[in-house]
């Protein structure tokens, strides 16, 4: 279990749906992460990480370059910075969000792919 920051490439984020099809929910890119869903679950609430699951799946489309916080990095940082955890909190709401409206959205119409174009990035320093 980490936290990816993507330096290069993309990759799509999806989901699979009851028949077994992929559910598109983002595709992303330079800047954007992924994997704070399996790191913080309810960590951010202080029980350190242990409710923890993961809800999505992601898949390289193109080469790839990541920075990576494995677990034990990312809980202390997450504890020591209380807007890093505030701002991955609120990104964890979006995404929850956006998971259950993608599953909602995917068993109203039987489509191979439903997008969600809702994207969250890493803040940039001025």
Not at 35 to 49: K, N
Request: a positive charge; aromatic letters at 10%.
């Amino acid at each position: 279990q980490a936290f990816y920051l993507i330096q290069t490439g993309s990759v799509d984020v999806f989901l699979k749906g009851s028949n077994k099809k992929r559910i598109l929910l983002k595709h992303l890119g330079p800047g954007d992460f992924f994997g704070e869903m399996s790191l913080i679950g309810d960590a951010t609430a202080g029980d350190g990480g242990r409710s923890c699951r993961t809800t999505a799946n992601v898949e390289a489309t193109s080469f790839c370059t990541f920075q990576v916080l494995y677990k034990e990095l990312f809980l202390v940082l997450t504890t020591q910075n209380e807007q890093l955890k505030a701002f991955l909190t609120q990104a964890r709401a979006q995404r929850l969000a956006d998971a259950k409206h993608g599953q909602l959205k995917a068993s109203a119409q039987e489509d191979e792919n439903v997008f969600l174009s809702t994207s969250t990035r890493w803040p940039r320093q001025p």
